[in-house]
């Protein structure tokens, strides 16, 4: 599992969405580094940090995601919302347990939400790109 690389080909044309992908982008490659790269004493806490910093900003994003698509009457705005909601709640899911120690971030899991965060840029926030270029 290695770090998302921005390229163009994440780009959806909005100057204020690419900006703020660029930055969840890192903040999942935080939290790769936090658990793969940390000692095995700080790991706990960097990787709490790390989630919970992810968990924030993704959070903040899908709002302003959400609002922008509002201001151009987006016609799939209900399902992308839908969409965003489910994934909010897995990682609240993750980030409470991670939180209270009922489990520990895993490689399945970063998998997931590395993926997860690419395919939704590429598939679903691409989108947002065509519908104004229409
Ligand atoms: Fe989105
Ligand atoms: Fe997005």
Avoid: C
Wanted: charged share 25%; glycine share 2%; aromatic share 10%.
């Amino acid at each position: 599992m290695a770090h998302i690389t921005w390229d163009n080909t994440f780009s959806i044309g909005v100057e204020e969405i690419d900006a703020q992908h660029k930055i969840w982008i890192d903040t999942i490659n935080d939290l790769h580094d936090a658990l793969y790269h940390s000692s095995s004493e700080n790991l706990t806490a960097k990787t709490n940090k790390a989630v919970e910093a992810m968990w924030e900003y993704t959070r903040f994003h899908f709002q302003t995601e959400e609002t922008y698509m509002k201001s151009i009457n987006y016609p799939d705005l209900t399902s992308h919302q839908a969409i965003h909601d489910m994934f909010s709640l897995e990682v609240m899911n993750i980030y409470n347990d991670i939180k209270e120690g009922k489990q520990v971030l895993s490689t399945s899991v970063m998998k997931m939400l590395t993926n997860w965060l690419k395919e939704h840029i590429l598939q679903e926030d691409k989108k947002i790109g065509l519908y104004l270029s229409r």
